[in-house]
């Protein structure tokens, strides 16, 4: 499966956006980028993922490379309740749909 | 909005005891996964499913563990003879597809032997 690096942690001020970086060097040419997150031990979060354009939905946006080496989650107005660990995840396709949840980054929002 | 739940929310057990963990996934969803998080660590996959039978494992997935689907709704992991290693969070997943859609997870079972 292709490794993901993420910042171990970053803060964010709230109101503001949050860019959250991944780098996936390695990614096979159909392997989806998918961002999940995990709220204090709760059950991981479905975010976002894409393949190769850029996809918005309501809780943010994922904006990938052109040559898809890397990606960035982008939380548009953080709210106190976006403080997570957020895990950027290669899916490879002959997994059978397993994610493999590396450290994540640590996000914490603070008024 | 559809959800994975999962029963109990925590469950305690002695060395050694049998514990089923149960699960609700999502019902048109086809693929299931079972996942823990030992306190701490990071959430670790043990066993997808897929058509009645298992299409991937890890190599936490041993002999001591075991799925089933027993009816068209749940989705249990058994470990037959918990040690104390196995405490942990675990987590079911759905999804509908593969690796090409999100998976949906439920808020866990804590496990604790003691």
Not at chain 2, 88 to 105: H, K, L, P, V
Request: proline fraction near 4%; include cysteine; charged fraction near 20%.
């Amino acid at each position: 499966d292709a490794k993901t690096t993420q910042p171990p942690s970053m803060d964010c001020a709230e109101g503001r956006a949050a860019n959250l970086p991944c780098n996936h060097s390695t990614i096979s040419g159909n392997e989806y980028v998918y961002w999940y997150r995990q709220i204090h031990s709760q059950g991981p979060q479905y975010i976002i993922h894409g393949l190769k354009n850029n996809e918005t939905n309501e809780m943010a946006s994922l904006i990938i490379t052109e040559d898809r080496k890397s990606s960035t989650l982008i939380l548009p107005h953080a709210t106190l309740r976006d403080t997570a660990v957020y895990y950027c995840i290669v899916r490879a396709t002959d997994s059978w749909g397993k994610l493999q949840f590396g450290a994540g980054t640590q996000v914490v929002v603070t008024p | 909005e559809p959800e994975v739940t999962q029963t109990p929310s925590h469950q305690v057990t002695q060395m050694g005891q049998e514990v089923i963990l149960r699960c609700v996934p999502i019902s048109n969803h086809l693929y299931f996964y079972w996942y823990r998080q030992i306190l701490g660590q990071k959430v670790e996959f043990l066993v997808s499913f897929y058509n009645n039978e298992i299409s991937e494992k890890s190599e936490i997935f041993d002999d001591q563990f075991s799925v089933e689907r027993p009816d068209g709704s749940n989705f249990t992991l058994k470990i037959r003879s918990t040690k104390l290693e196995d405490s942990a969070m675990y987590f079911c997943a759905s999804s509908a597809r593969g690796w090409d859609t999100e998976a949906f997870f439920g808020q866990g079972t804590r496990l604790t032997v003691v």
